[in-house]
């Protein structure tokens, strides 16, 4: 028994060794942004297709609460001052999710309605999160009924003139126990070796979508 279980913990380590070679031969470092005036917009939860900049509301989602929603701003401003050497202005949240406003492709979509937004507030750059699905931990760190997950995009977006994205980044995470999915041990091994919660997945999210944008 104890020399099986040996091999098993030997297999695990052989997967996340191979998995971690791969991830780092594909991985392209970002462009570093240049010195601009950057806003967070409070994350927004898109209500319809015409609040989205890219991609698709899911099927059957969950979204955060109102508390949720406050943590997350607060944790995001946070992470970004700490791990950046930048200036961010914040926008207030809830703009843009409003399912009474009509949105037409090449009208006032939602690129050319954070751009105008982004100009009112005299910026130069919106960093926007959009959470697509949001499913709290049912459970504890020691054990779950159903583990936590979220779906967030978060988009750079350069206001000036007619507007661009600049670029995106996805974060779509279900936490999976290691009976499951042996190349999350590396994962489980950081996360403590526990079920974490939604807003810790978001923690993970914010961290990811500074390398992608090269903040």
Request: aromatic letters at 6%; proline letters at 4%; one cysteine or more.
């Amino acid at each position: 028994m104890i020399i099986r279980r040996i091999a098993i913990l030997l297999l695990m380590l052989l997967l996340v060794v191979s998995a971690g070679c791969g991830s780092e031969q594909k991985k392209m470092p970002a462009a570093q942004l240049p010195d601009v005036k950057i806003a967070v917009v409070g994350a927004v939860v898109p209500m319809g297709t015409t609040d989205l900049l890219a991609g698709f509301i899911p099927e059957h989602r969950e979204v955060p609460s109102q508390k949720a929603l406050m943590e997350f701003d607060e944790d995001l401003m946070r992470t970004l001052s700490s791990e950046t050497r930048r200036k961010y202005d914040f926008i207030s949240p809830g703009l843009g999710a409003d399912p009474t406003v009509k949105r037409f492709p090449k009208q006032n979509g939602a690129l050319a309605y954070w751009t105008e937004i982004g100009k009112k507030n005299g910026m130069d750059v919106l960093i926007l999160p959009q959470i697509l699905h949001w499913k709290e931990r049912q459970g504890s760190a020691a054990g779950v009924r159903e583990a936590a997950a979220i779906n967030i995009s978060t988009y750079l977006i350069d206001v000036r003139g007619k507007g661009a994205l600049l670029s995106r980044s996805v974060y779509n995470e279900q936490q999976m126990g290691l009976s499951s999915n042996l190349l999350q041990f590396d994962s489980f091994v950081k996360r403590g070796g526990r079920w974490v919660t939604a807003r810790e997945l978001s923690g993970e999210a914010m961290k990811k979508l500074i390398e992608d944008f090269g903040l």
